[in-house]
């Protein structure tokens, strides 16, 4: 039997209704995914769910069979970011993932996970992070999956935790338009002309950003607050064997407003079933989700390029 890929719902990156997160958060319930991560990874004006909602929710997930991690935010700009960051490092029910290096101290001693905008390039890198507990390592997402192989070879993982005694799991970016860079100044406020300050919230009008066209009129980015993403979805659904043979034990399915339970499902019957890895990228190429599919980075091309399985 080939080892099971487990399915990481990631956090959702957009600015989406509170009604519309908890039914969305119900369908996941009833996926086949493993893992859920929770919590506002990008902007902390958004307001739609408060930490203790999200402890709730993670409670209900848990309740459910999942394993849930609460993210940190992955661009910290106050002493109030601050404060919220060391008060989710507190909380003893639920592991972290470190959104940037400022959690890392708040997380030494006890297990937690690597976001994927800390800069972990080389295995002595991810044997640092590993000392000081980091047990999961979501690499970044431009890296391709043959440089994962080195940086946590398959057959000598990394050791992580205190004691040395926990191997460090790798976690690759699966499915969705990827978190390519943040900024201080928020990019979906400045295109409504207004100021950060003062956003009037205008990301919850677009639940999977705001796409950036080329000046040929080709898609290139997408606008979501302070975060800019790449316009396509990141697509590994073909490459289930190259994910094994580098070693990669779990697979990122960030979400999208619309047909994520179909994602999940067919993520699923390739990744741990017996579907036809091309028959289910055609399926996903037919739902018409936002930008397209490439694949491009994990195979040390152009983000923008599509290799074919």
């Known amino acids: 039997m080939k ?16 009604r519309a997160l908890l039914d969305f958060y119900a369908a996941v319930a009833e996926s086949a995914a493993d893992t859920v991560v929770l919590g506002e990874v990008v902007c902390s004006r958004r307001h739609e769910m408060r930490p203790d909602d999200w402890l709730a929710l993670a409670r209900d997930l848990a309740a459910c069979g999942k394993e849930v991690v609460l993210a940190s935010q992955a661009l910290l700009e106050s002493e109030s970011d601050l404060r919220g960051m060391r008060r989710l ?11 940037d290096a400022s959690a890392l101290r708040a997380l030494a001693g006890r297990p937690f996970v690597l976001g994927p905008h800390i800069n972990v390039y080389s295995q002595p890198a991810l044997q640092e992070h590993a000392r000081l507990g980091a ?26 935790g205190p004691q040395g005694t926990t191997p460090v799991a790798t976690e690759v970016f699966a499915f969705g338009r990827l978190p390519l860079a943040f900024s201080a100044r928020c990019f979906t406020a400045r295109h409504f002309h207004l100021n950060k300050d003062e956003c009037a919230f205008r990301c919850i009008e677009h639940p999977d950003g705001l796409r950036l066209d080329t000046g040929e ?93």
């Not at 099971?4 to 509170?18: D, K, M, N």
């Open 135 to 160: 047990v999961r390592w979501v690499a970044p997402v431009e890296l391709g999956l043959d440089a994962l192989a080195l940086i946590n070879p398959p057959d000598a993982r990394v050791a992580g």
């Open 89 to 99: 490092a507190q909380q003893d029910e639920f592991m972290v993932e470190a959104g």
């Open 217 to 309: 009129g080709e898609p290139f980015l997408a606008l979501n607050g302070i975060q800019t993403q790449s316009a396509a979805q990141h697509c590994l659904i073909g490459d289930a064997p190259a994910l094994r043979a580098a070693g990669i034990s779990r697979a990122r399915l960030s979400p999208v407003s619309q047909h994520f339970g179909d994602v999940i499902d067919l993520f699923e019957r390739v990744f741990n079933g017996d579907a036809d890895a091309r028959t289910a990228a055609a399926s996903l190429h037919a739902l018409s989700l936002p930008g397209g599919l490439v694949n491009g980075f994990a195979h040390r091309r152009a983000g923008l390029e599509r290799m074919p399985a």
């Open 3 to 18: 080892e099971r890929i487990a399915l990481t719902v990631g956090p959702v990156l957009y600015y989406w209704p509170r």
